[in-house]
């Protein structure tokens, strides 16, 4: 329950109520007090005041004064005129209740207009603002494009009067060429006049129509290319020059390289390379040579071309164990334990070998093709048909000109429709 | 005729060269190439019609317009062309089309070509020919570069046979050849090609001695290669490249490891299709690119040009480059540049967007 506050004084002059109201021990700020044409409220809690005036106030105009403890009101009557008392005394509740809610409701309208109005006011600035930015970069823009108009129209003059010197030029050379030529006939004229003098042809008239000169630079041409042709060297005797061009690993030009996916190859192999499983006692006896993986390698497919398929695997075998990131390895043992009817190794092997070589690039493309082939072959020979000719027709995707697989692919899917039809 | 809207155009007040656009031109056909045609104010475009054929177009500069003087029809698109090999009262003009052929035609008698050849199985990509023009000395030749990787060098008094042919050793992969030039042409044994394929080589060759003098690899395929100039002994050579990279070399100094010092810039953020020395001043040039502008550059040379390596053999030292001016004409590749070799700054330029515009670049001199 709020403290009411009742030690307040008041005077009043025509126009304007004077009310002391003291607020003891507690500091009072302007957010503590509402006040509207009708009603005054003071809420510092615990202590609250309020007042429903006697008549209108002008409470725009109205001041209130904080001091040390005691506020001071000096609040203009919208009517001047003397009030008989600062309040309303006979006010029913109900109606206080109204006149409360009513003040309450006001200001909250009136504090909605002071907000649109200061809207619209800044809203007005900014446009200003805007526009007066706008007005100068178009001076600044027009500008520009006068200086633009002035160099185009300069730089047009200039073009005009070159034209004008070029024709002028021309019909100089014209002249000149035209006053040369009619000389050079009159020269050859007079040769043949002499030479006719003496050889009595009566063919003058065929000569002369010869001598007279062809329009345009043709005939010009004719006469000064003849001399020309003395000083231009004879032409180049041919030679040809081969050339190679830069080698890379994969030899694509930036522009279609697939740069990311060889790099990552390329890294794959080095570090395959690099991997030397050096921890098996066993091999404490082998010769050094027998410990390299290649030269395993080699000796295996020494061993698969003479038919000695066991011992190649068993070359594999160990080459593997020395170092299992290597594709060729678990592909070339593919191949063995194919012609050992090993299938079930065969497709572990060749799926073993796939894995190693992603990713697919141009480089390892012959390498897939035949991981690809040997595992559809396991897989038909073990009668899974339908995996074997995936694994063909992947083969064929990478390689589409390849005839053998191709048919193999036909035959696998004859057997296909065969059994289909079987059962 | 809209003026040039260029992101360099800020530079408007200070003493900058402005490219100003003069005049543009639609065409109902696909523009490959464009040519100034010597002492004069005409030009020539090169191209291909939307159904299949070469179609030539001698333009007129007239008071603000081009004025359509000639339209000649071949049966091949026609993909490049050059005055380089015909005298200056000639002005014969060689050409290489889309089959292979190398044709060089005399414009005021089209019907049949002056010389003819079936040079390359593949596209004909660059021309270029010296000798003519009253520009350097030697015999006239026409050197075409095309997709089957050949160069070859042709001399039109000698029929059916290059002079010259850089061809790729049997058995080896080719690359296409996309741009050549010729350099080095001071007196009249001294020529070099210089050939820019697709994989990023550039192969310098010496006809003289008939040998490659100079190859070296810049990664990205070479479109455009040009000395600054041709008639003298050779001073520098731009290569542009694809991703936006072009790089200057210096060719007055060869090492014999390191071949030619050069620096290279990053410009234009896609293709460089073109580069074009200003004929008026070899250290002028304009690329370009991809997204339909132009730069204009300026080399300086470092104060010194070549200095000793630790063995004390000879190293050059490239200079440096600096951006003058920009523009964006058009939002399609400027697939053909040319400047015009009488009045400086006029040039011409053909883009993809099937429009030739005459530019004029001002304030030449003060640079």
């Known amino acids: 329950m709020p403290v009411w506050l009742r030690g307040h004084s008041w005077r009043q002059s025509g126009s304007a109520v004077f009310l002391s109201l003291p607020v003891p021990g507690v500091r009072v700020t302007a957010a503590n007090i509402f006040c509207t044409e009708r009603y005054l409220k003071v809420s510092v809690p615990p202590f609250l005041f309020e007042a429903i005036l006697y008549a209108p106030i002008d409470d725009t105009n109205s001041t209130a004064k904080i001091g040390n403890g005691i506020v001071f009101f000096t609040l203009y009557k919208k009517e001047v005129g003397m009030w008989e008392s600062l309040t309303l005394e006979n006010a029913s509740k109900e109606k206080l209740q109204y006149l409360r809610e009513n003040a309450v409701l006001k200001a909250h309208e009136k504090a909605k207009e002071e907000t649109e109005a200061k809207k619209v006011t800044k809203r007005e600035h900014k446009k200003y603002a805007l526009e007066a930015t706008m007005k100068l970069e178009e001076a600044e823009r027009k500008r520009i494009e006068e200086l633009k108009e002035q160099e185009k129209q300069k730089v047009t003059k200039e073009l005009e009067l070159w034209k004008d010197q070029l024709k002028d030029v021309e019909n100089q050379r014209k002249v000149q060429k035209e006053g040369q030529l009619h000389e050079e006939v009159e020269q050859l004229k007079e040769k043949k006049k002499e030479k006719m003098n003496k050889t009595n042809i009566p063919s003058e008239e065929t000569l002369k129509t010869r001598l007279k000169p062809t329009k345009g630079r043709g005939s010009c041409s004719m006469f000064s290319e003849n001399l020309k042709e003395e000083q231009l060297p004879a032409p180049r005797s041919s030679g040809t020059i081969k050339i190679n061009f830069t080698s890379r690993v994969f030899p694509t030009a930036l522009r279609e390289s697939r740069v990311a996916e060889e790099e990552e190859w390329l890294h794959k192999q080095a570090e395959a390379r690099r991997i030397i499983s050096d921890d098996l006692s066993e091999l404490k006896d082998l010769k050094e040579e027998e410990k390299n993986p290649d030269w395993l390698k080699d000796k295996g497919n020494k061993m698969f071309a003479t038919g000695n398929y066991l011992a190649a695997v068993n070359a594999y075998n160990l080459a593997v164990r020395l170092n299992n990131k290597l594709p060729l390895l678990y592909l070339n043992r593919a191949a063995c334990h194919l012609k050992l009817r090993n299938l079930h190794k065969a497709i572990e092997d060749s799926s073993k070998a796939l894995e190693l070589l992603t990713p697919p690039v141009p480089d390892n493309e012959n390498a897939r093709v035949k991981a690809y082939v040997r595992r559809g072959t396991a897989f038909c020979q073990l009668e899974l048909y339908a995996e074997g000719l995936q694994d063909y027709e992947a083969a064929l995707k990478i390689d589409p000109k390849n005839k053998t697989i191709e048919k193999d692919a036909e035959k696998i899917r004859h057997v296909i429709q065969g059994t289909m039809q079987n059962s | ?367």
């Open chain 2, 1 to 367: 005729m809209a003026a040039a809207a260029g992101a360099g155009g800020a530079g408007a007040g200070a003493d900058r060269p402005q490219v100003v656009s003069h005049v543009q031109q639609a065409l109902s056909y696909t523009l490959f190439d464009c040519k100034w045609v010597p002492r004069s104010a005409r030009l020539l475009c090169l191209g291909s019609a939307a159904r299949g054929t070469g179609v030539l177009q001698l333009y007129e500069l007239r008071a603000g317009r081009l004025a359509l003087l000639r339209e000649i029809e071949k049966a091949k698109p026609i993909k490049c062309g050059t005055f380089g090999a015909a005298s200056l009262q000639q002005r014969y003009l060689a050409t290489g089309d889309f089959a292979g052929s190398l044709n060089v035609w005399n414009l005021e008698a089209p019907e049949i070509p002056v010389y003819s050849v079936k040079g390359h199985k593949e596209i004909i990509n660059s021309i270029d020919g010296v000798g003519g023009l009253g520009i350097g000395e030697g015999a006239p030749e026409i050197v075409t570069g095309s997709r089957d990787g050949t160069v070859k060098v042709w001399d039109p008094r000698q029929k059916d046979t290059p002079v010259a042919n850089m061809e790729p050793v049997q058995g080896e992969s080719k690359r296409d050849c996309w741009t050549v030039a010729f350099g080095n042409a001071y007196n009249q044994e001294e020529r070099v090609v210089c050939a820019g394929y697709d994989n990023g080589d550039i192969k310098l060759f010496d006809l003289k001695t008939m040998s490659l003098r100079w190859e070296t690899n810049i990664k990205n395929g070479v479109c455009s290669v040009e000395f600054d100039r041709k008639d003298v002994n050779m001073n520098k050579l731009v290569a542009t490249s694809l991703e936006g990279k072009f790089h200057v070399f210096d060719m007055r100094t060869q090492h014999p490891t390191k071949g030619f010092a050069s620096v290279s810039e990053k410009a234009h953020k896609s293709t460089i299709w073109q580069v074009r020395h200003l004929p008026q001043n070899r250290d002028i040039f304009m690329t370009s690119g991809g997204a339909g502008s132009l730069h204009l550059w300026k080399y300086e040379y470092p104060a010194q040009r070549s200095k000793k390596d630790s063995e004390g053999a000879e190293m050059g030292v490239a200079g440096s480059v600096s951006l003058l001016q920009n523009v964006t004409l058009s939002t399609q590749p400027i697939s053909s540049l040319d400047w015009s070799p009488d009045k400086k700054g006029l040039c011409v330029c053909g883009a993809f967007d099937q429009t030739v515009r005459v530019l004029i670049v001002t304030k030449l001199n003060k640079v």
